[in-house]
């Protein structure tokens, strides 16, 4: 049975920081995986924000969080995070891990559709 398990939002200023981490558990093996970040603001589509492959750490960012948000991956604790920095007001929402088997080494989907497993989400409150 496949758990995702995301912590690690709050409430913080423009600017500030944060570290969200999605804890993995059912995903066999964990290398065949693509992993995403996705976040949702209220009355908005959910978007995606980064993904990695398991396999290859292939990396990709949306335009909109490059050079501010960090996907990290440690496969030994079957945990992905992601770090926020100077974060905007347009970075508030629900922000949510999702994964999907791939098999294939290279870039993975940003698309909310390339995914089957999601976790509850955690809430990202940005005040300016």
Known sequence: QVQ????????????????????ASGLTPYS?????WFRQAP???????GSINNGDTNV???????????ISQDNAKNTLSLQLTNLKSEDTGLYYCAAIPVRVQGWCSL???GYN???QGTQVTVSS
């Open 32 to 36: 065949w995986y693509c992993m995403g």
């Open 4 to 23: 995702l398990v995301e912590s690690g939002g709050g409430s913080v200023q423009a600017g500030g920081s944060l570290r969200l981490s999605c804890a």
């Open 60 to 70: 990709r960012y949306a335009e909109s969080v490059k050079g501010r948000f960090t």
């Open 111 to 113: 698309e909310s559709r």
């Open 43 to 49: 009355g908005k589509e959910r978007e995606g924000v």
């Open 117 to 119: 497993y999601w976790g």
